[in-house]
């Protein structure tokens, strides 16, 4: 039996659906955690797009009320795509699946302090830009002998390993927040409503600006439309929660 989630209008619809998409484009078998509180005014999403190793996270707004108890439950990225009526407002959570080993696994809920430093969203798209065209560059001079999976792979980690402007954040994590939507131009929409809030930004329609985010042995660079979230290198096991899926 699936279970109706109301979304606060047809905007949020959309832009969960986006992201569904953009999930699935990556790994068609994608799954994605679910959690809300009984009774909450928003959805916490979680994905993991492969080969970018970060935890993407999409927070949607709920109608009142929210789910009439707790909400947590992995399924599948597809099957909620599926789901997602854009004109009305609804989804409809599927069946719960398996979660892969990432899904028992998420970043705390609180106790995360901004780290100084970091560029603004320009600015990073343009270093994502840059990476690519010097990862092509680097591609197209390989000589055909060279010209192997394994190079390319080691041009690429090299590159996006590289950490952001003095900061511990690597450039693979900005490149996961564009790749996934996540560092576009804020929109003005009428009436002032903005993008619904990442997890821990400002109310709706007053979205906080990006920043980097540090608790325990996790990164978060956190942006109106959604966050992205990885284990800071030497940073252990840090504080987990490790809740069943």
């Known amino acids: 039996?699936?279970?109706?989630?109301?979304?606060?209008?047809?905007?949020e619809a959309a832009d969960l659906a986006a992201f569904l998409g953009r999930l699935v484009h990556?790994?068609?078998?994608?799954a994605v955690r679910l959690q809300a509180q009984a009774g909450g005014a928003a959805l916490a999403v979680f994905g993991r797009p492969p080969s970018f190793e970060v935890l993407a996270i999409r927070t949607a707004r709920l109608a009142e009320p929210?789910?009439?108890?707790?909400?947590?439950?992995t399924v599948s990225a597809g099957e909620l795509l599926e789901s997602v009526d854009e004109a009305a407002g609804t989804a409809a959570v599927p069946a719960a699946?398996?979660?892969?080993?990432?899904?028992?696994?998420l970043p705390p809920r609180?106790?995360?302090?901004?780290?100084?430093?970091?560029?603004?969203?320009?600015?990073?798209?343009?270093?994502?830009?840059a990476a690519v065209a010097e990862f092509r560059a680097?591609?197209?001079?390989?000589?055909?002998?060279?010209?192997?999976?394994?190079?390319?792979?080691?041009?690429?980690?090299?590159?996006?390993?590289r950490t952001v402007a003095g900061t511990e954040l690597p450039l693979r994590a900005v490149?996961?927040?564009?790749?996934l939507g996540f560092?576009?131009?804020?929109?003005?929409?009428?009436?002032?409503?903005?993008?619904?809030?990442?997890?821990?930004?400002g109310p709706a329609g007053a979205p906080e600006p990006v920043a980097l985010l540090a608790a325990g042995g996790w990164l978060r660079l956190r942006t109106p439309y959604g966050s992205v979230a990885l284990r800071r290198p030497g940073g252990g096991l840090g504080a987990l929660q490790v809740r069943p899926v």
Do not use: F, N
């Open 1 to 11: 039996m699936t279970l109706p989630l109301h979304l606060a209008d047809s905007g």
């Open 26 to 30: 990556y790994d068609r078998a994608a």
């Open 66 to 73: 929210g789910p009439g108890a707790p909400l947590d439950v």
């Open 97 to 105: 699946v398996t979660g892969p080993p990432w899904a028992g696994v």
């Open 110 to 129: 609180g106790g995360w302090q901004q780290v100084a430093g970091l560029p603004g969203a320009e600015a990073m798209r343009a270093a994502v830009g």
């Open 138 to 161: 680097r591609d197209e001079a390989l000589p055909a002998d060279r010209r192997t999976r394994a190079e390319r792979d080691r041009i690429g980690r090299e590159i996006w390993s």
């Open 175 to 179: 490149h996961a927040a564009q790749s």
């Open 183 to 201: 560092l576009r131009p804020v929109r003005a929409l009428a009436g002032g409503a903005g993008p619904a809030a990442a997890p821990g930004s």
